[in-house]
Structure formats: C-alpha cells, structure tokens
C-alpha cells in the first residue's frame, strides 16, 4: 500500500474529514488532497505528526513504499530441469542393439526443449538416429526417414540417397520437388536422364519444358526434339521415342527404354 492510501485510511479510520486532518496537520486542505492522490508527499516533520496523531510508526507509513519500490526490481527464475526417455534393446545384431529410442533435453515451465543426442541401433529412433533402419530429425542408415536423411534408401524433406527421395534430393535415383541424380523424377528434375515438369538432363528429358540431348515435351530444346501437344504426353509415339534413343544411345538399357516409352 502507497503511504498516499495509507493517509487516506488513517484519516477515515479516525472520522476525520480533510479539512479537520488539515487543522491538525497546519496545512491547508488542498496539501492533503494531494498527499491522498499522490500528488506530492509529507515533509518528515509532517510524517512525525501523522504517527503520533494515527498512533502508528513512521516506519509502518514509509516501509510498505519502500518495499513496493524493491519489489518492482525482482526478477523471477524458472527451474530447468533436464529429462530423457530411453529404451534399449540388450539384444544386439552385428554389434547394434536391436533397437534403440532416445530423446533427451530440458523443460522449463511449460516449454520443451530437446537435445540432439544420437540413437544407435538395428532400429534407431531419435532426434539424430543412425542404425539399418534409422527415423529422427537427421537419420542416417540402410533405411533412413527424417528431416535431413542419408542412406541407401532415403526419405525425407532434404535426402541424400542411392534411391531418394525428398523435397530436396540428391541420388543415383531421386525424386523430388527438386531432385538430382542419374535418374531423377521431379518439379525440377536434373540428371543424366529427368522427367518433371522441368527436365534437365545430359542423354535424355520427358517434360513440360526438356532441356537434353534427346529433349521431349511440350517445350523442347536438344540435338533431337520430340514436340508434344498435351501436356500429359498422350500424344506421345512410343515406336518413335524407342527409335529415337536407340539411334542415338543403342546401348540404353530397356528399363530406361520403358520409361520414357510407357506414357
């Protein structure tokens, strides 16, 4: 409480209107308007008066003030406290355990915050995880799912795989909104042979617009060119195709050949 409220209380406690608490300070009335709306403050001489006229320290009509003053300084501290969940297999395969989860980190209040602590296993599965078949934030394995993958087989938003696939892709086969690889399948696709809505290739391109040696598609830039109508390639020959890249590359291998003969 303000020493300005506790003048106030005092004084009505006491039945004392401002006028008579001014008679008895020897102030005027508007001085003790002020001091009750805070306006201006007692001179010590006039807090001496006050506690012998309400019967109470002068240490209790500026002490709450004081503290109040303190108290806008303190600064509050949440405790961190660190948790982990962990399972783990006591089997192991070529010196992995059969599986292993791991999340570690902190909670502070309501918020939790994780650390990025690596599971090793047959099966891993953590923020980083790395195992046969590894799921995390960033996984690497023969199978790998997450964020950020590497693997054999990789999956996930940016992947770097023998076969991946992601919305960034990078592989021997890769598929993706953006995808590079010697076969690559996507939005914008670029490889030794693409098909995507924008393929770029350095043999052979099946797109809206192909950019390749043989380019086919509805926009066409190559040595040969294959100008498609539709833009799902209904129009598309596959005699003509076959004949094409085999006059060109008679050495492409028929599950090449399929693929771009099979729209």
Same mark, same amino acid.
């Given at each position: 409480?303000?020493?300005?409220?506790?003048?106030?209380?005092?004084?009505?406690?006491?039945?004392?209107?401002?006028?008579?608490?001014?008679?008895?300070?020897?102030?005027?009335?508007?001085?003790?308007?002020k001091?009750?709306?805070?306006?201006?403050?007692?001179?010590?001489?006039?807090?001496?008066?006050?506690?012998k006229?309400?019967?109470?320290?002068?240490?209790?009509?500026?002490?709450?003030?004081?503290?109040?003053?303190?108290e806008?300084?303190?600064?509050?501290?949440?405790?961190?406290?660190?948790?982990?969940?962990e399972?783990?297999?006591?089997?192991?395969?070529?010196?992995?355990?059969?599986?292993?989860?791991?999340?570690?980190?902190?909670?502070?209040?309501?918020?939790m915050? $994780?650390?990025? %602590? %690596?599971?090793?296993?047959?099966?891993?599965?953590?923020?980083?995880?790395?195992?046969?078949?590894?799921?995390?934030?960033?996984?690497r394995?023969?199978?790998?799912?997450?964020?950020?993958?590497?693997?054999? $087989?990789?999956?996930?938003?940016?992947?770097?795989?023998?076969?991946?696939?992601?919305?960034?892709?990078?592989?021997?086969v890769?598929?993706g909104?953006?995808?590079?690889?010697?076969?690559?399948?996507?939005?914008?696709?670029?490889?030794?042979?693409?098909?995507?809505?924008?393929?770029?290739?350095n043999?052979?391109?099946?797109?809206?617009?192909?950019?390749?040696?043989?380019?086919?598609g509805?926009?066409?830039?190559?040595?040969?060119?294959l100008?498609?109508?539709?833009?799902n390639?209904?129009?598309?020959?596959?005699?003509?195709?076959?004949k094409?890249?085999?006059?060109?590359?008679?050495?492409?291998?028929?599950?090449?050949?399929?693929?771009?003969?099979?729209?």
């Amino acid at each position: 409480m303000e020493l300005s409220e506790k003048i106030q209380m005092l004084r009505k406690k006491e039945g004392l209107s401002q006028e008579g608490f001014a008679e008895k300070m020897g102030v005027s009335r508007q001085a003790v308007s002020k001091w009750e709306l805070g306006v201006s403050k007692p001179d010590v001489d006039k807090i001496l008066l006050m506690s012998k006229l309400f019967d109470v320290s002068c240490d209790y009509l500026l002490k709450d003030q004081v503290e109040n003053d303190k108290e806008e300084k303190v600064i509050y501290y949440q405790e961190v406290k660190p948790w982990k969940f962990e399972k783990k297999s006591r089997h192991t395969l070529l010196g992995l355990p059969l599986y292993h989860i791991c999340f570690q980190g902190t909670r502070m209040g309501g918020r939790m915050n $994780f650390k990025m %602590t %690596t599971a090793k296993g047959v099966l891993a599965i953590g923020c980083k995880a790395k195992g046969i078949l590894s799921i995390g934030i960033v996984a690497r394995g023969l199978l790998s799912l997450g964020v950020a993958s590497a693997g054999l $087989f990789s999956f996930g938003a940016v992947s770097l795989g023998l076969i991946s696939l992601g919305a960034l892709s990078v592989g021997l086969v890769a598929g993706g909104n953006i995808c590079v690889g010697v076969i690559a399948f996507g939005n914008l696709a670029v490889g030794v042979y693409s098909l995507g809505n924008c393929a770029v290739a350095n043999k052979i391109a099946l797109g809206n617009y192909a950019h390749a040696h043989i380019a086919i598609g509805n926009s066409v830039h190559g040595v040969k060119e294959l100008l498609l109508q539709d833009s799902n390639f209904s129009d598309m020959n596959p005699a003509i195709v076959k004949k094409m890249i085999l006059g060109e590359f008679p050495k492409t291998w028929s599950v090449i050949q399929r693929l771009f003969t099979m729209w």
